[in-house]
């Protein structure tokens, strides 16, 4: 929490904690980006790839269905051309975002025509790649994923250390965080194939739902009941505000004893998901550790309220703080 008239957060008694709060934060987010990232790319894969190992086509087997298609031979030529139209398609698509992105960037210019070839050229060769890897059987997906999770990795990388925008040590940081547990995860619990994405993509989900919620805290993005700030005069609405927050803490502390409860009952059970072997206490454990950090950042977000800070407020009521500190300094100057 920032003391109420200083610009720097990281200033006063409370910077210390703030500061490890914007760490925790950081990490929150890189674990929301890695999972939503990481599920939406195996949930890809796993349709590829049971299309890539599957005999047949959709294709044909949907234009036999709409133009009444019955014949073996016409069939065969559909499966035979089925594969190559939905590869034009592909390659189309590519070529359109490409090309769509080109025109915008060069508002004020004359478009490159080119360039989209080039990018779309180099873009498929890439995932033409990526699928020869995945159908080579001494390949295991943990490693492939890996390899996918290096690409993005590094690029991500090399625009922090490029850009270093303030705030960029914290997010390193969880940068390595985040890197170690993936390795940890992916090491141990991704089976072979890739089949199992259903699974991890579940578990993931849970994480990114109660973060996102703590992550929420944070920000000051939670949906707020405003009816009462025009009733309470302004000079008592920082204590009511509190109030709002403590009983949203209040809340939170019963949700994560309940998360506690049940948690505790699924490391004793030790039961395991069935695909990745993963213990069932790693999803649970989801709703204790998320609700405890909304928890604490509601009780922080009351104790600023009262000193007349903005954490955990609202972005426009955080807007509506700085002005009317700025006015005071004014006023006092």
Same mark, same amino acid.
Request: glycine letters at 10%; aromatic letters at 14%.
């Given at each position: 929490? %920032? ?5 720097n ?7 210390p904690?703030?500061r ?22 195996m ?10 190992a599957?005999p047949? *086509? =959709?294709?044909a087997?949907?234009?036999?269905r709409i @133009?009444? +298609?019955? /014949?073996p031979e %016409?069939?065969?030529?559909l499966t ?6 939905t590869?034009?398609?592909?390659v189309?698509l ?5 090309w ?8 004020g210019?004359?478009q /490159? @025509?080119? =360039? ?8 498929? %060769? #890439? ?8 159908l ?11 390899l996918?999770? /290096?690409?993005? #990795? %590094? ?6 250390l ?7 040590p ?5 940068? +390595?965080?985040v890197t ?7 090491l141990?619990?991704?089976?072979? #194939?890739?089949?199992?994405?259903k699974e991890l /993509?579940?578990?993931?989900l ?6 996102? $919620?703590s ?6 993005k ?12 302004? *000079? ?5 505000? $509190?109030? #709002?927050?403590?009983?949203? $803490?209040a ?15 699924? +490391?004793?059970?030790e ?7 993963i213990?069932?206490w790693? $999803?649970?454990?989801?709703?204790p ?6 928890m ?7 104790f ?12 426009e009521?955080?807007?509506v ?7 005071? =300094?004014g006023?006092e100057?």
């Open positions: 929490m %920032a003391e109420p008239g200083k610009d957060p990281y200033q006063g008694t409370w910077g904690l703030r490890i709060d914007d760490g925790i934060f950081h990490v929150e987010m890189g674990i929301l980006w890695t999972f939503l990232g990481v599920s939406a790319v949930v890809f894969l796993d349709v590829m790839y049971r299309r890539l599957a047949d *086509s =959709k294709v087997e949907l234009t036999a @133009f009444g +298609i019955e /014949s %016409a069939m065969e030529t035979t051309v089925g594969p190559i139209v590869g034009l398609i592909g189309g590519v070529y359109f975002a490409f769509t992105a080109e025109k915008h960037a060069s508002e210019r004359e /490159s @025509f080119v =360039k989209p070839l080039v990018q779309t050229a180099a873009a498929c %060769a #890439g995932l033409g790649f990526l699928g020869w890897i995945m080579q059987p001494q390949v295991e997906s943990r490693w492939f994923y890996l996918l999770y /290096s690409l993005c #990795g %590094a690029a991500w990388l090399f625009q922090l490029r850009e270093r925008a303030p705030g960029w914290s997010k390193l940081i969880a940068f +390595i965080i170690a547990l993936y390795l940890y995860i992916t141990n619990y991704f089976p072979d #194939g890739y089949s199992w994405s /993509s579940l578990i993931m849970l994480w990114v739902g109660f973060l996102g $919620a992550v929420c805290a944070h920000e000051g939670h949906i707020q009941v405003g009816a009462l700030k025009k009733i309470v005069p302004p *000079s008592m609405s920082r204590f009511s505000d $509190a109030i #709002g927050y403590l009983l949203t $803490a809340f939170c502390f019963f949700m994560a004893m309940l998360g506690y409860e049940y948690a505790s009952e699924a +490391i004793q059970l039961g395991r998901f069935e695909q990745t072997n213990p069932d790693v $999803a649970t454990i989801a709703v550790a998320a609700f405890a950090m909304t604490l950042r509601y009780i922080a977000a009351a600023s309220s009262i000193l007349g800070g903005s954490y955990g407020a609202a972005p009521e955080e807007a703080v700085a002005a009317s500190q700025v006015s005071k =300094k006023a100057g």
